[in-house]
């Protein structure tokens, strides 16, 4: 994954990372907390009826510009391909896999993306894009079973057949499947009829209502339709938002500047 405008030195900046960087587990997993607590999962686009530009050198120019200061996210097409950059800019080697969602009612295709990056002889799953209960940190493959403890999050991946994971969180103490993946490679032009489809069929909840999650070292600020959730050590607080109020409160809570 490239973009000829993608600058590391300016991607740190636009999630405020000013530590040293190196190829190690360390860096990737503090990067990934950085992005996630500055840089906004937002469906914008999508609800100004626009197809979401999988061009790498849009998507750098959406979330990062020229002076890292942009004031936009985006799903996880976008934030994980931005990711996606950055690690090759640190240069670790990934792959991202086709993730079937399994928290709805019905069989889903696979539709969501995550990487799986290599770094110090393991592959970490790494996903920037997932909403509401999406990893606040990388997992490592060579952990099925082990439940982790991310912030006030708890998540495990298993293993159902060998080469097949789940990864699930604890939602009201039971284990709750997110999505499933396998280690197949995917290129990035296989995400495009994917996000044809999540950027304009009715029935995905990105067409259905405005969607923009943003975690927090406590928790999580989501906005979901005219909803604002706000969870702070477990404990979720929950307001109506008039349409009026909306680009404040984007800008106030998730750095957002439509």
Same mark, same amino acid.
């Given at each position: 994954?490239?973009?000829?405008?993608?600058?590391?030195?300016?991607?740190?900046?636009?999630?405020?990372? &000013?530590? +040293?960087?190196?190829?190690?587990?360390? $860096?990737?997993? @503090? #990067?990934?907390?950085? &992005?996630?607590?500055?840089?906004?999962?937002?469906?914008?686009?999508?609800?100004?009826?626009?197809?979401?530009?999988? %061009? +790498?050198?849009?998507?750098? *120019?959406?979330?990062?510009?020229?002076?890292?200061?942009?004031?936009?996210?985006?799903? !996880?097409?976008?934030?994980?391909?931005?990711?996606?950059?950055?690690?090759? @800019?640190?240069?670790?080697?990934?792959? /991202?896999?086709? !993730?079937?969602?399994?928290?709805?009612?019905?069989?889903?295709?696979?539709?969501?993306? *995550?990487?799986?990056?290599?770094?110090?002889?393991?592959? #970490?799953? !790494? =996903?920037?894009? /997932?909403?509401?209960?999406?990893?606040?940190? +990388?997992?490592?493959?060579?952990?099925?079973?082990?439940?982790?403890?991310?912030?006030?999050?708890?998540?495990?991946?298993?293993?159902?057949? +060998?080469?097949?994971?789940?990864?699930?969180? &604890?939602?009201?103490?039971?284990?709750?499947?997110?999505?499933?993946? =396998?280690?197949?490679?995917?290129?990035?032009?296989?995400?495009?009829?994917?996000? /044809?489809?999540?950027?304009?069929?009715?029935? $995905?909840?990105?067409?259905?209502?405005?969607?923009?999650?943003?975690? $927090?070292?406590?928790?999580?600020?989501?906005?979901?339709?005219?909803?604002?959730?706000? $969870?702070?050590?477990?404990?979720?607080?929950?307001?109506?938002?008039?349409?009026?109020?909306?680009?404040?409160?984007? %800008?106030?809570?998730?750095?957002?500047? @439509?």
């Amino acid at each position: 994954m490239y973009a000829s405008n993608f600058s590391l030195e300016l991607y740190l900046q636009r999630i405020g990372y &000013q530590q +040293p960087v190196q190829p190690d587990i360390a $860096t990737v997993t @503090a #990067l990934m907390q950085q &992005q996630l607590r500055s840089i906004a999962f937002e469906n914008l686009d999508v609800q100004a009826k626009k197809v979401v530009s999988l %061009e +790498p050198e849009q998507i750098v *120019a959406k979330i990062v510009g020229n002076d890292g200061k942009a004031r936009r996210g985006g799903y !996880c097409y976008e934030v994980n391909g931005l990711f996606a950059m950055a690690m090759t @800019a640190l240069g670790l080697e990934y792959q /991202f896999v086709f !993730c079937r969602p399994m928290f709805y009612p019905m069989r889903r295709p696979k539709t969501h993306m *995550a990487l799986l990056v290599k770094v110090e002889g393991q592959q #970490l799953l !790494c =996903d920037l894009g /997932f909403g509401s209960y999406g990893l606040r940190a +990388p997992i490592a493959l060579s952990q099925v079973n082990l439940a982790q403890q991310q912030d006030f999050d708890l998540f495990r991946l298993i293993s159902p057949e +060998p080469g097949q994971y789940v990864l699930q969180a &604890q939602l009201d103490n039971n284990w709750v499947n997110q999505y499933g993946f =396998d280690l197949y490679p995917a290129d990035w032009l296989d995400f495009m009829p994917a996000n /044809f489809l999540n950027s304009t069929h009715p029935d $995905t909840i990105f067409v259905q209502k405005l969607l923009i999650i943003l975690q $927090t070292a406590q928790g999580r600020k989501m906005l979901v339709g005219n909803e604002f959730k706000q $969870t702070v050590a477990g404990v979720t607080q929950v307001q109506q938002v008039e349409a009026a109020q909306v680009a404040a409160l984007l %800008e106030a809570e998730f750095g957002l500047k @439509a």
